[in-house]
C-alpha cells in the first residue's frame, strides 16, 4: 500500500534506521489505514527473542517491591524491552511458589528471569538446566551462579542496627523480627545479636517478635510489646514496613518518637525519609544493586556491555526516629494501639 519495500517499513515500524520524509510519511498512512500492529509472535520467531524479561518477586505487599520494579522497568525500556512480572501469593510453599513462577514466565518465552529475594535451593535451579543460565538473582546469592547474584553482607547490616542504637546509649532493646525461614532476615538477625552480645547485653532476655515485615506486621508487634508491661527504650524493626507500623502504633498510644522510644528500621524505603518522625534506618543500596542485576541479565542474554558493580557499601542513614534515651525511666507500657 505504501509502495516501498520490505526494509524501509521494516525501519519505519521499528522507528530505527535512515528513511526518507516522504516514504516515512506514506508508510505511517498505511499503517493508520490497515489499522497494522506489529506482531510480537512474528517478531520473536524472526530473530529469535522475545525481547521481554520476567520478574519474580515473592510476594506482592507493601511498597518495598515497588521501587524495585520501577527500576527494572525503566531500564529495560531504555533497552526497548519490556517486562512480565509474577508472583507469590503467600509465604507458606514460597519455594514452590518461586518455581512455578520462574517456570512460568521461562515458559511464556520470556529471554531471562530477574529473581528477588528467592526462596529457591540449589536443586532448583539444578532443575532447569541450561536455563538457569538466563537468570540473575537479587538479595539472594548461589554458590553454582556466583557471577549471575547480586546482594549485600545482611549480616554487617544487622551489626550496623545495632552499632546504631548502642552508640546512642540504648541497652534495653526490643525487637520486631522478619519471619524467621526468610534468609536475609535470618543474617541480619545473626548480626544484630552478635553485636548486642559483643557489647555484653544478655540477648536472650531481650523482647523479640516475629512478624511478616508489613506494616500490619509492626503495628501489631508493637501493640504487643506496650501491653507486655516490658521496660524498653529503643525498638528495632527488621524492615521499614514493620518500623513505620510501629511508629503509627506508638503515636496512637500517646508514645514520643524519639522522646520516649527510639526506632530504626532496616532496607532505608523511599518512605523512610518522609515519615513522621523520618525514620531512622539501615540503608541497603537496592537502586544500585537491581541496575547491575539487570546490566548484567542484558549482556547474558543480548550481549549488551552496560556497566556493573558487585560491591554494594552497607550504612546507616541516621535520622529524627533515633536518640539518646531521656534520663527518666525508659518506657514501660502505655495505651494500647
Same mark, same amino acid.
Given at each position: 500500500? /505504501?509502495?516501498?519495500?520490505?526494509?524501509?517499513?521494516?525501519?519505519?515500524?521499528?522507528?530505527?534506521?535512515?528513511?526518507?520524509?516522504?516514504?516515512?510519511?506514506?508508510?505511517?498512512?498505511?499503517?493508520?489505514? $490497515?489499522?497494522?500492529?506489529?506482531?510480537?509472535?512474528?517478531?520473536?520467531?524472526?530473530?529469535?527473542?522475545?525481547?521481554? @524479561?520476567?520478574?519474580?518477586?515473592?510476594?506482592?505487599?507493601?511498597?518495598?517491591?515497588?521501587?524495585?520494579?520501577?527500576?527494572?522497568?525503566? !531500564?529495560?525500556?531504555?533497552?526497548?524491552?519490556?517486562?512480565?512480572?509474577?508472583?507469590?501469593?503467600?509465604?507458606?510453599?514460597?519455594?514452590?511458589?518461586?518455581?512455578?513462577?520462574?517456570?512460568?514466565?521461562?515458559?511464556?518465552?520470556?529471554?531471562?528471569?530477574?529473581?528477588?529475594?528467592?526462596?529457591?535451593?540449589? !536443586?532448583? $535451579?539444578?532443575?532447569?538446566?541450561?536455563?538457569?543460565?538466563?537468570?540473575? $538473582?537479587?538479595?539472594?546469592?548461589?554458590?553454582? @551462579?556466583?557471577?549471575?547474584?547480586?546482594?549485600?553482607?545482611?549480616?554487617?547490616?544487622?551489626?550496623? /542496627?545495632?552499632?546504631?542504637?548502642?552508640?546512642?546509649?540504648?541497652?534495653?532493646?526490643?525487637?520486631?523480627?522478619?519471619?524467621?525461614?526468610?534468609?536475609?532476615?535470618?543474617?541480619?538477625?545473626?548480626?544484630?545479636?552478635?553485636?548486642?552480645?559483643?557489647?555484653?547485653?544478655?540477648?536472650? +532476655?531481650?523482647?523479640?517478635?516475629?512478624?511478616?515485615?508489613?506494616?500490619?506486621?509492626?503495628?501489631?508487634?508493637?501493640? !504487643?510489646?506496650?501491653?507486655?508491661?516490658?521496660?524498653?527504650?529503643?525498638?528495632?524493626?527488621?524492615?521499614?514496613?514493620?518500623?513505620?507500623?510501629?511508629?503509627?502504633?506508638?503515636?496512637?498510644?500517646?508514645?514520643?518518637?524519639?522522646?520516649?522510644? #527510639?526506632?530504626?528500621?532496616?532496607?532505608?524505603?523511599?518512605?523512610?525519609?518522609?515519615?513522621?518522625?523520618?525514620?531512622? #534506618?539501615?540503608?541497603?543500596?537496592?537502586?544500585?544493586?537491581?541496575?547491575?542485576?539487570?546490566?548484567?541479565?542484558?549482556?547474558?542474554?543480548?550481549?549488551?556491555?552496560?556497566?556493573?558493580?558487585?560491591?554494594?557499601?552497607?550504612?546507616? +542513614?541516621?535520622?529524627?526516629?533515633?536518640?539518646?534515651?531521656?534520663?527518666?525511666?525508659?518506657?514501660?507500657?502505655?495505651?494500647?494501639?
Amino acid at each position: 500500500m /505504501a509502495g516501498v519495500g520490505l526494509g524501509t517499513a521494516s525501519r519505519v515500524v521499528r522507528g530505527k534506521g535512515s528513511v526518507s520524509p516522504a516514504k516515512l510519511e506514506r508508510v505511517r498512512q498505511a499503517i493508520d489505514a $490497515l489499522g497494522y500492529r506489529p506482531s510480537h509472535a512474528a517478531r520473536s520467531l524472526l530473530y529469535g527473542t522475545s525481547r521481554m @524479561i520476567g520478574v519474580y518477586i515473592p510476594l506482592m505487599s507493601g511498597t518495598f517491591y515497588t521501587a524495585m520494579l520501577q527500576i527494572v522497568d525503566a !531500564e529495560l525500556r531504555a533497552a526497548g524491552l519490556h517486562m512480565m512480572v509474577a508472583f507469590g501469593i503467600a509465604r507458606e510453599n514460597a519455594r514452590e511458589q518461586a518455581v512455578d513462577g520462574v517456570g512460568f514466565l521461562l515458559e511464556r518465552g520470556c529471554d531471562g528471569v530477574i529473581v528477588l529475594t528467592s526462596p529457591m535451593l540449589e !536443586e532448583d $535451579l539444578a532443575r532447569l538446566g541450561p536455563k538457569r543460565d538466563r537468570l540473575v $538473582l537479587l538479595n539472594h546469592g548461589f554458590d553454582s @551462579i556466583p557471577e549471575q547474584c547480586f546482594t549485600v553482607d545482611h549480616r554487617l547490616g544487622g551489626r550496623l /542496627a545495632a552499632r546504631a542504637l548502642l552508640d546512642h546509649a540504648h541497652r534495653e532493646i526490643a525487637v520486631i523480627a522478619g519471619p524467621a525461614g526468610v534468609a536475609d532476615n535470618i543474617d541480619r538477625m545473626q548480626g544484630f545479636m552478635q553485636e548486642l552480645r559483643e557489647a555484653g547485653i544478655d540477648t536472650g +532476655s531481650l523482647w523479640m517478635a516475629e512478624r511478616d515485615f508489613s506494616s500490619g506486621g509492626g503495628w501489631s508487634a508493637a501493640e !504487643e510489646l506496650l501491653a507486655s508491661g516490658r521496660h524498653f527504650s529503643a525498638v528495632f524493626c527488621a524492615n521499614d514496613e514493620m518500623a513505620l507500623g510501629a511508629l503509627s502504633c506508638f503515636h496512637e498510644a500517646g508514645i514520643r518518637v524519639p522522646q520516649d522510644v #527510639s526506632v530504626i528500621g532496616y532496607d532505608d524505603v523511599p518512605s523512610a525519609a518522609y515519615s513522621a518522625p523520618r525514620l531512622t #534506618s539501615v540503608h541497603i543500596p537496592w537502586r544500585e544493586m537491581t541496575r547491575s542485576g539487570v546490566a548484567a541479565l542484558l549482556k547474558l542474554c543480548y550481549g549488551f556491555d552496560r556497566p556493573l558493580t558487585r560491591t554494594f557499601p552497607v550504612s546507616v +542513614s541516621l535520622r529524627a526516629s533515633l536518640a539518646r534515651p531521656s534520663t527518666r525511666r525508659s518506657r514501660a507500657s502505655g495505651n494500647p494501639c
